[in-house]
């Protein structure tokens, strides 16, 4: 096993591209971050192309980490039992046994992809492939020495695994992250929203965005996996939202203080993503499921990954070339390990059921936001006076009502809470379970009281959406197109502006048919 350590910085591995001097700089401020010990800080001469042909992997990377790593007794080779044993008898391999290392981060200006060798292969044959993400191909590195064929993935001995302490070089793998992106400053800070949220906490909201997807199609499990990523967050006290619509989340569509955000299938972000702002809580993790996710990553526009770090997320995973589903990451997987306390790395390659394949994963792997019960995290925000406690009492809620306490019972419990009547989030729940509880005028007076809290853009939107069709419900039509002509006001570049302007129009023909 790797040896207990005085930081985490302690289990990581620092490789930078020394032909540029903005990779050494994300190297060096991540090590002054996370307690990196300088040792453990390790520069080579690479390509500063994002993708490297299969002979510059080995020769400029693969094989000079791993003698790094033994150079520096960071690692220690020996023989050892096959981790897939065959039959035929006892068969020795040398391979990593001991490490003091369980995180490699590969910084801004390490090269993204291997591209297809085609030497003995045939290009574009499925699954019968040599391309690679560079993640993904030195994940595996602790294997290098038993010399796999690299023909397509290779089976990940610790899918699924939920004891942390088994992700170790010493069962075959080198958990691999990237601090990357469309620009410098984006690749450096991600280490430092990381640290954000673990001081003050992850908080906010979970959307997924499914496709509605029945049994007999080909792509059901991919759907399966979204909305199970669902079912975990809503255990875990999120406000969950999910869509399942073939369509993605349209522009108009309110996203408000993102937490999680998993969804598919378009090629690039779009809908809501690709507007000039997107609230994402700091520390906020997103994902969307798609072939090429991440083929570039210099790029703000296009695919996903580039896209979601420019947009402020801390943390993401994609593919560089085609995965195929069942190679994809298992979001369902990923969001229990993490929201259970593992670190992001640990949780990003424990859902992966291959290695030596198509998926990178961004940010910082000892990014760990839910270390801390809910408990703590309460007593800590509260004693603090921290605003943020208003999310622990949310979560609270949340996870009783997922537990079958009535909405009645929570209702009284959140009125008499000091908090709600400073806190929009509070007071929206309050709304919601007003409305649970069969009291509709008590709703649409906490909706309005929300209002006058200063909720974030996109939850203000939310809450005037609801208030308008219950308004609308109430027979109070002069309020209705009131609280729509203020939504105009308050976002006059809201992507549903026209479709507010018809409803307006619709609700005035109404008003004036029943002067009648």
Known sequence: MAQVSGSPGDEVVLVYNSRMPDSQRVALHYALARHVPPGQIIGFDLTTNET???????????????????????????????????????????????????????????????????????????????????????SWLPLLETHPTLEGALRNPLYGCTNAEWMTPEHGLLMVARLDGPS?????????????????????????????????????????WILNGARICRLNGFDVDVDTNSDTYPSSYPLSQIAIYAGWYSSDACGPFAQPKVEFMPGAFGYH?????????????????????????????????????????????????????????????????????????????????FRKSLGEWHHDLA?????????????LINISLARGMSPRSLGSMVENLPDTFKSPVLMEKLAELDEACGKPSSALFDWQRALLLNPTMQQRIRIRRALSSRLVEAGRIHDAIANWQDLLKEDPGYPGALIVSESIRELQKQQASSKN
């Open 52 to 138: 490297m042909s299969r002979e510059e992997f080995t020769r400029d990377l693969q094989i000079p980490l791993a003698a790094k790593l033994v150079e520096k007794g960071l690692w220690t080779l020996g023989s050892m039992q096959p981790i897939h044993p065959v039959r035929g008898g006892p068969k020795m391999e040398k391979r990593v046994v001991k490490s003091r290392i369980r995180y490699a981060v590969l910084c801004y200006g390490v090269p993204l992809k291997i591209q297809e060798q085609a030497e003995g292969l045939l290009q574009d044959t499925g699954l019968k492939r040599n391309q690679a993400a560079v993640d993904s191909e030195l």
């Open 184 to 224: 410098f400053d984006i690749a450096n800070g991600l280490v430092d929203k990381a640290i954000q949220a673990e001081h003050d906490g992850l908080w906010g909201r979970a959307y997924f965005d499914a496709r509605g997807l029945g049994p007999h199609s080909p792509y059901y499990t991919g759907d399966q």
């Open 289 to 369: 499921l798609f072939s090429f996710s991440a083929a570039s990553l210099r790029t703000t526009d296009q695919g996903w990954c580039g896209p979601l770090l420019a947009k402020g997320v801390t943390c993401t995973m994609g593919c560089v070339y085609e995965p195929y589903l069942q190679l994809t990451p298992n979001i369902a997987v990923f969001l229990a390990l993490f929201c259970g306390g593992q670190t992001f790395g640990e949780a990003a390659w424990a859902c992966q059921p291959g290695l030596s394949w198509q998926t990178t994963v961004l940010g910082d792997p000892l990014y760990q936001p």
């Open 383 to 395: 004693q603090a006076k921290n605003p943020l406690d208003a999310w622990c009492w949310e979560k």
